[in-house]
């Protein structure tokens, strides 16, 4: 069965550079999360898109923007990298019109910040 | 605010032994829970959740519980295998089949199986 796709699977960056996560979801799930999850810690939510459109923010910075396109997928822009910034990015797709809440991660992008 | 606290923080069992994990969360409206198996250096692997119309929800050597009352659900493993080691996690949302079901998780739980 098609997972969640993400890319790139490992990136370094330095400090205030920018950085772009992208997510492709499981086919005909229209609803994609992102997360972050730290080192030894549980993914914190970062922000949700429904339908292109975003429909629940968390604890994300301002620094970072993200946005769902017309194929469904998504990008993460990250700006003015900080080393905090340092993590593992996980996306996860839900059919939200067709399921009950249910959520597939991908396999997470790793994001270095030096 | 929303909070999910998970026990125990690690978990060491003998192949064929049973484990449990527990978790209690805090928000009266939260009516999905779902439980998530990592390994290392993988995202998180949905293994079962549970509704809260629901007490109970078996497959295979998994089960959950859940007591809506006492806002505890519980993963149970049977006769754990060494494959059965990793890292698990239980969330809570106030999954009602929308687009604002963010999962709140709790800390996680390293369950190690020794052979």
């Known amino acids: 069965a098609a997972g969640v796709i993400q890319s790139p699977r490992h990136l370094i960056k330095e400090k205030r550079e920018t950085a772009t996560l992208k997510c492709y979801p499981i086919p005909r799930h229209d609803t994609v999360y992102w997360y972050q999850q730290g080192p030894g810690q549980d993914p914190q939510f970062l922000i949700s898109f429904y339908e292109k459109m975003q429909s629940d923010k968390g604890s994300i910075p301002d620094r970072f923007s993200a946005q769902q396109f017309s194929d469904y997928h998504s990008e993460l822009n990250m700006s003015s990298l900080e080393l905090g910034d340092s993590a593992l990015y996980f996306c996860?797709?839900?059919?939200?019109?067709?399921?009950?809440?249910?959520?597939?991660f991908g396999p997470g992008t790793r994001l270095t910040v030096t | 605010g929303e909070n999910v606290e998970q026990h125990p923080s690690t978990l060491s069992v003998q192949e064929g032994d049973s484990a449990v994990i527990k978790c209690t969360y805090s928000?009266?409206?939260?009516?999905?829970f779902p439980w998530y198996k990592q390994e290392l250096g993988k995202g998180p692997q949905l293994i079962i959740d549970?509704?809260?119309?629901?007490g109970e929800k078996k497959d295979q050597r998994i089960a959950v519980t859940l007591n809506k009352t006492a806002k505890h659900f519980s993963l149970h493993i049977t006769e754990t295998q060494p494959e059965d080691s990793a890292v698990y996690f239980c969330a809570a949302s106030k999954g009602d089949g929308g687009a604002t079901n963010k999962l709140i998780f709790g800390t996680g739980t390293l369950l190690a199986v020794q052979p």
């Open positions: 549970i509704r809260s119309n629901v």
């Open positions: 928000d009266s409206a939260s009516n999905y």
């Open positions: 996860a797709s839900s059919p939200t019109g067709t399921g009950e809440g249910e959520q597939y």
